[in-house]
């Protein structure tokens, strides 16, 4: 069969489709291989975005990011930190955990699970929780604010700042008794990458930006599509969100929320929280991006990039295959237009989408499959600057 090559007038349907929906350039940005994190002036934030960022580095002890972080966001899923703190605080040294809790507290940080943190939420006081963690100097919180009082249901409306964020994690790594710190930390280190609620792609910012060893606990919050994550997904909107639109309140909790916090490099060396508000409308797969090169452009001490280069993507419900083929098992569907890493590239089954076909095929090591060259924003069939499977980069 043969190949169309996609010219200027193809290249300028395929920018106009990426730029909808990702905000790709016509040329994909290219990041760099794997490596030491590079240092930066200051965070870059996507035009749009509203950003809280505080960046600590364990070693030196010392912030190397910091911008707005002492700014309030609704936490979304970020405040079950909180939850399974609260649970487990004063248990005592031998305290083992029952099994109905941790059958509840193990998905609620490793998958988000949203039942958990409903089940915490009404079981141990609701905002009481948020009071009493706000009693604990240990902790050091400043800027965290329970739920408004219309919406106390709503623990996901808990207000949280970066720095605040930074101290949770302090307190976990530096000061919490070492079962509750090996608890927690081995669990977020675990975070699987569908939500196991609304079967969202939760490995965004931190998850993507650098290699292992990382551990993040991740939200998200607002208007955005439904989740598409896993093999056999069955979407559900998005949870924890009131009917009607919430009135004015102090902390915006009107546009999307995506947040990304965690630990980066070994020994959990630096503590990063980058929390965004993105533009009423946004979609996932944009927002996805947009945090994704925020927390890129970021000074994280320890961390190591993943090799490979960074593009756009266009179309709806992109599958990644096991293979190079669209008979091959699919591990899961890309957020409309989310932004990819690709490793390597090889020849397989063509693919059509009238006028266009394509035998390319592009590895995405962060998600162990395929997809077809074709859902990529690129105006060749073989991507630039990407080696064969198999063959050293260039």
């Not at 699987?192 to 993507?208: K, W, Y």
């Not at 607002?222 to 639109?245: L, N, R, V």
């Not at 295959?321 to 390597?344: F, N, S, Y």
Request: aromatic share 8%.
């Amino acid at each position: 069969m043969r190949m169309l090559l996609r010219g200027a007038a193809a290249l300028a349907a395929v920018v106009t489709v990426a730029s909808l929906t990702s905000g790709a350039a016509a040329h994909p940005r290219a990041e760099g291989t794997a490596g030491t994190s590079k240092s930066s002036a200051a965070a870059q934030i996507p035009p749009g975005v509203t950003a809280g960022v505080a960046v600590f580095d364990r070693q030196t002890g010392t912030f190397t990011e910091q911008v707005n972080d002492s700014a309030q966001f609704r936490s979304a899923s970020v405040v079950k930190l909180l939850l399974a703190l609260d649970f487990l605080w004063g248990r005592g040294p031998d305290y083992v955990i029952p099994a109905a809790d941790r059958a509840r507290l193990e998905p609620m940080l490793r998958g988000s699970d949203d039942d958990a943190a409903n089940h915490y939420w009404s079981t141990y006081g609701g905002s009481a929780i948020i009071k009493r963690m706000l009693d604990r100097p240990e902790v050091g919180l400043r800027d965290t604010v329970a739920p408004p009082a219309e919406y106390a249901g709503f623990w996901g409306y808990t207000a949280m700042s970066a720095r605040d964020t930074v101290a949770v994690y302090r307190y976990i790594l530096e000061k919490a008794p070492a079962p509750v710190r090996t608890f927690i930390m081995d669990n977020l280190r675990r975070s699987t990458r569908c939500s196991a609620t609304d079967h969202v792609d939760q490995h965004f910012g931190i998850a993507g930006s650098f290699d292992r060893p990382w551990a993040v606990k991740q939200g998200w919050s607002g208007k955005f599509a439904k989740g598409t994550c896993g093999s056999q997904a069955t979407p559900a909107a998005t949870p924890a969100e009131p009917a009607a639109a919430p009135r004015a309140a102090a902390v915006d909790l009107t546009r999307p929320a995506l947040h990304t916090t965690g630990t980066v490099g070994a020994n959990d060396r630096t503590i990063v929280a980058v929390l965004t508000l993105h533009a009423t409308g946004t979609t996932y797969g944009k927002a996805y991006t947009d945090i994704g090169r925020l927390t890129r452009s970021l000074n994280v001490p320890g961390g190591v990039r993943p090799a490979g280069t960074w593009f756009g993507t266009w179309g709806e419900l992109v599958n990644v295959r096991r293979g190079p083929a669209t008979g091959d098992e699919r591990i899961t569907r890309l957020p409309a237009g989310v932004e990819v890493l690709v490793g390597c590239q090889t020849r397989g089954e063509v693919v059509s989408v009238p006028p266009y076909t394509n035998d390319w095929w592009a590895y995405l090591p962060q998600y162990g499959g395929y997809i077809s060259n074709i859902y990529i924003s690129s105006p060749d069939n073989r991507l630039p600057n990407v080696p064969e499977c198999g063959s050293p980069r260039p």
